[in-house]
């Protein structure tokens, strides 16, 4: 049983830094794909990056440069470092995971994508 569990999110003003984690219990692939997404109510929810086992990564346009995703396999946690954060970066933030590698790692950016989903931490950025 595959169980996803995210920290890591609350309050910051603008130009500030969060770190999300998500502790991915029962999730050993060896090929896998994994990613965050982020929701504003009445919205889509959108992928911000994402991580292939080989260590790829891709992010949306909106974060490049400011937001790093990576894993730690020891402690099985993916992370996302985020930095320099703006007010259009509120929103809740989901953990995302496959038993399946994403052949283009910019496929983890689709909510389509993952079997496996968190419940998600709150990131508010405030000016």
């Known amino acids: 049983q595959v169980q996803l569990v995210e920290s890591g999110g609350g309050s910051v003003q603008v130009g500030g830094s969060l770190r999300l984690s998500c502790a991915a219990s029962?999730?050993?692939?060896?090929?896998?794909?994994m990613g965050w997404f982020r929701q504003v109510a009445g919205k889509e929810r959108e992928g911000v990056a994402a991580?292939?086992?080989?260590?790829?990564?891709s992010y949306a346009d909106s974060v490049e440069g400011r937001f790093t995703i990576s894993k730690d396999n020891a402690n099985n946690t993916l992370t996302l470092q985020m930095n320099s954060l703006k007010p259009e970066d509120t929103a809740m933030y989901y953990c995302?995971?496959?038993?399946?590698?994403?052949?283009?790692?910019?496929?983890?950016?689709?909510?389509?994508?993952?079997?496996?989903w968190g419940q998600g931490t709150q990131v508010t950025v405030s000016s």
């Open positions: 995302a995971a496959s038993p399946w590698s994403c052949g283009s790692v910019r496929l983890g950016l689709s909510r389509y994508f993952h079997k496996y």
């Open positions: 029962g999730y050993t692939y060896r090929s896998y794909c």
């Open positions: 991580l292939r086992s080989d260590g790829s990564t």
